[in-house]
């Protein structure tokens, strides 16, 4: 009589979303923030310093302690809850793929008992006996191992299950916060005091990031992401999670005031500076890697709603800066503010996407960076003239902020240095001619596209302290653009009144030029062919993208424009005929 | 000429060819909103179809799919000319007992049982990818791709044609983000 | 009566605007979703959620009742005979709420 092994035992179904729970956790935790905020006002500026004399003042200021001590006490109690939430996710997210695995493994042994089962019903053999017995041990061993593992699994969700419901449990209700939080320090306050003053190096600010134990940096992101969320020297995924923090109590801010009727010109700027990060991070996660299919990684590396008088600062990468082997740092020009971050979010994933296509054995990140103050007025709106005098004054100071940002990249990343390469579009390369001249970028390599000039002292592409073979330039022969950038003999300074610098596609600038024409093009000068340098399947993209990954020999090189003695500038790419290459 | 301006003759083109005369002031005659909205039902459609198929043909675990429109072609720093919608989803293989799972070729003979026409497969660096068209959603494309080099999944891709859209409906079609998920 | 200087104002509209965070965060806890969680834990994620809505909101009332009660002090101030001149234009922008 054989004794067969029993059939393994059903995996139960595990229902669950640990994205929806990490939503969940995010949300609390930027409300703990602003419950912080009121701690913090409290202890500030809720102060009134110069009324002392009378029993009001005294009645006010002891009555507004316990209102501090509980929005402290609430605020560490519900960023603990938030951060246990975060945990929590990740735990499920692991117990899910282990149930899968499980699942496996069960329709695996279920197939081997039911052939063991059906062997057994036939005539056997003695041998054939012997041999489906000791497979009946055999199969038996890995049932039980199943079994045991199953039980093992089974217990590890209830126990996360239970941890999480004591987690919530344990400050449901407000004595319970006040006893175990009332008074407690705030991890974050002592770690901020020994923050790097404002101009210390990202080495520096890395260093002392790098110092503080994982609950000081948590606390950190929890109650004052300000502070950290665009500081040069804080890893990518830090400041993301930082200025997530941020951006959520901002929408919930100044949502609130706007429901109400109360919002202010300026806080409705800030609000649809917000929308648009918002909006143009939700662009990269709705995209897919092309060779994975798995969505885009994002980081919200850059957030300041109200910067520069209310255009804003936004910087989102498609992919993770922080460990991507080529890395890619795309600055925009004429006419960008914050509320173009959508538009960029779609060419940094598009960016994404190209380089993934063209190289699927490394890894990539590309960041766009509204990162300065750019000119509000464009060319193709109101005619050079028009614009006013163009002037290098906006890209001098950019080109400081996107050097610090650089900067800031290179020394957040732990591990392999990534090949990392500046691209400058439009106004934005006057900005990194700037950025390279001025102030060095420590770069692989320099893409200028669309360039009206990379800035009155760069002569020559050594000027910029990246080795000549490693300036690229990429310039349509329609973008009227290009045509700014000063030739050669046939300078163009007087045409606007001032010009931004050499053209960087010119054979005397030194550098390499790549194909960058566009199928769609005309036959003059067409202001439409200035954006085309991102889009996929054009030369420029591919080219781009060549160059991000480091494949030199696949870039397809084009003639310099050159100035000669007898007669205007000449570019040879105005007869060529434009080619499609494939992107995706 | 000027960004947009290609737009707007394109959409003015496409008002004549349809014999509709509408006044070019009034965006809710404006033929490229329907279209494109025509164009997400009948993707997201073609994609219930495609996936039911697949999964019948290779058990396996469907991850949430990442559909949304997206610009074909710039037409200034803020702007798009023309979008097309575009959707994604990739199944993951179950590892069965025994036996080898479904290979492209078999995927793309069921799916042709479902209305669907591809051409030969196309080999890449990493895999096989079948690329064609939706019978009865018309002008919608579909990709199944298999790269085991990479990991043992399948992905689908799928979209539709590029539509010309008036310069100032951009940001709305470029921003829309408020899809259902696809039934299971 | 002692002088109460507009710095008070300044104050009362400070609390005005704690008020109106903590109702967005209320606001922001409200909509947490909890229906990804395990059947198991659902239920005490709602009541969490639940609770903690009720606690910040009542922090906003806190901070609404603060910035109130330094209004009645500039009122009572005001309506008194000691506040003359200068305190007195100084104090009245902050005689009501604005946000």
């Known amino acids: 009589m054989v004794s067969l092994p029993s059939r393994p035992s059903a995996v139960p179904a595990l229902d ?78 692991a117990l899910v793929v282990e149930h899968d695995d499980l699942d496996d493994r069960r329709l695996h042994l279920a197939q081997q008992v039911a052939f063991l089962e059906t062997r057994a019903g036939g005539a056997l053999t003695p041998e054939a006996l012997v041999a489906l017995e000791d497979d009946c041990v055999r199969v038996g061993g890995y049932v039980a191992v199943f079994e045991s593992d199953l039980r093992r699994w089974s217990s590890a969700v209830a126990a996360e299950e239970q941890a999480m419901n004591d987690a919530f449990g344990r400050v449901l209700h407000l004595d319970a916060v006040d006893r175990i939080y009332g008074g407690v320090a705030d991890p974050a306050d002592a770690a901020l005091d020994a923050k790097p003053p404002a101009g210390a190096s990202p080495e520096e600010v890395n260093a002392w990031w790098d110092g503080l134990t994982r609950a000081e940096q948590q606390a950190i992101i929890a109650a004052a992401p300000g502070a950290i969320g665009n500081l040069d020297g804080i890893p990518a995924g830090v400041r993301d999670q930082a200025n997530t923090v941020a951006l959520e109590r901002d929408l919930a801010d100044w949502e609130n005031v706007e429901q109400l009727g109360l919002i202010t010109d300026e806080e409705r700027t800030w609000l649809e500076n917000a929308r648009a990060a918002h909006d143009a991070r939700q662009e990269i996660e709705d995209r897919v890697d092309p060779i994975t299919g798995l969505p885009i990684e994002t980081q919200l590396y850059l957030y300041d709603p109200a910067a520069f008088d209310g255009d804003g600062a936004i910087g989102i990468s498609a992919g993770d800066l922080d460990t991507a082997d080529n890395v890619a740092v795309l600055t925009p020009g004429f006419g960008t503010d914050a509320e173009s971050a959508p538009y960029q979010a779609d060419r940094a994933a598009t960016m994404y996407e190209s380089t993934r296509f063209l190289d699927p054995d490394a890894s990539n990140a590309t960041l766009f960076w509204i990162g300065y103050d750019a000119p509000d007025n464009a060319p193709w709106d109101e005619g050079w003239d028009g614009a006013g005098v163009i002037s290098e004054q906006m890209a001098t100071a950019g080109g400081e902020r996107l050097a610090d940002a650089i900067d800031g990249l290179r020394a957040s990343r732990d591990g392999e240095p990534a090949h990392l390469t500046a691209i400058g579009h439009s106004y934005g390369s006057t900005t990194t001619g700037h950025a390279a001249h001025d102030h060095g970028l420590p770069v692989d390599d320099l893409v200028f596209v669309g360039s009206p000039g990379v800035g009155g002292d760069t002569d020559h592409a050594s000027d910029t302290g990246v080795d000549p073979e490693h300036v690229w330039a990429g310039a349509n022969s329609r973008d009227p653009v290009t045509y700014l950038a000063n030739h050669g003999w046939f300078n163009l300074e007087t045409f606007a009144g001032a010009g931004l610098g050499d053209d960087p596609a010119e054979d005397d600038f030194g550098g390499n030029r790549f194909e960058a024409e566009s199928t769609t093009r005309g036959p003059g000068p067409d202001f439409g062919q200035h954006s085309l340098y991102f889009d996929h399947d054009t030369e420029s993209l591919y080219n781009i993208s060549q160059i991000v990954n480091g494949d030199y020999d696949d870039v397809l090189t084009a003639g310099h424009n050159y100035d000669p003695w007898y007669a205007g500038v000449q570019d040879p790419e105005l007869d060529r005929e434009p080619t499609t290459q494939a992107t995706r | 000429m000027r960004p947009g301006l290609h737009a707007a003759v394109a959409v003015v083109l496409l008002i004549g060819l349809t014999g509709c005369m509408g006044d070019d002031d009034d965006s809710g005659a404006d033929p490229s909103r329907a279209l494109l909205e025509q164009q997400r039902d009948d993707v997201r459609s073609a994609a219930v179809r495609v996936i039911a198929a697949v999964e019948d043909e290779l058990p396996g675990t469907r991850r949430p799919e990442k559909g949304r429109y997206q610009g074909c072609q710039s037409a200034g720093v803020d702007t798009f000319a023309s979008f097309q919608y575009r959707l994604s989803v990739r199944i993951d293989v179950a590892s069965a007992g025994g036996g080898d799972r479904a290979s492209l070729p078999q995927l793309g003979t069921r799916l042709e049982g479902e209305g669907f026409s591809f051409a030969a497969a196309s080999t890449g660096s990493e895999g096989q990818a079948l690329q064609g068209t939706s019978a009865s959603e018309t002008g919608i494309a579909v990709t199944v791709t298999d790269r085991p080099q990479v990991g043992d999944f399948v992905l689908l891709e799928l979209s539709g044609p590029c539509v010309d859209v008036p310069e100032e409906d951009s940001d709305r079609w470029l921003r829309d983000s408020e899809d259902e998920p696809l039934p299971q | 009566m002692d002088v109460v200087p507009a710095s008070v104002g300044r104050a009362s509209r400070g609390w005005d605007e704690q008020h109106l965070d903590v109702q967005a965060a209320a606001g922001q806890i409200a909509q947490a979703t909890t229906s990804g969680f395990t059947a198991a834990v659902a239920g005490p994620a709602a009541r969490f959620v639940r609770a903690w809505e009720r606690h910040v909101d009542a922090l906003g009332l806190g901070c609404e009742g603060q910035a109130d009660g330094l209004r009645t002090t500039i009122r009572d101030y005001v309506e008194s005979d000691e506040a003359v001149g200068a305190d007195y234009l100084a104090l009245l922008p902050y005689l009501t709420e604005v946000r």
């Not at chain 1, 935790?29 to 912080?36: E, G, N, P, V, Y």
């Not at chain 1, 913090?40 to 002891?62: C, E, K, L, N, P």
């Open chain 1, 16 to 93: 669950v979303q640990p994205a929806s729970i990490r939503a969940c956790g995010s949300t609390l935790l930027a409300a703990s923030a602003q419950i912080d905020d009121v701690g913090t006002f409290v202890a500030g500026d809720a102060r009134i310093a110069d009324w002392t004399t009378s029993q009001g003042s005294t009645a006010y200021h002891r009555g507004i302690r316990p209102i501090g001590r509980r929005a402290d006490a609430m605020s560490l109690a519900l960023r603990g809850v938030a951060q246990r939430v975060d945990r929590h996710a990740d735990e499920m997210a």
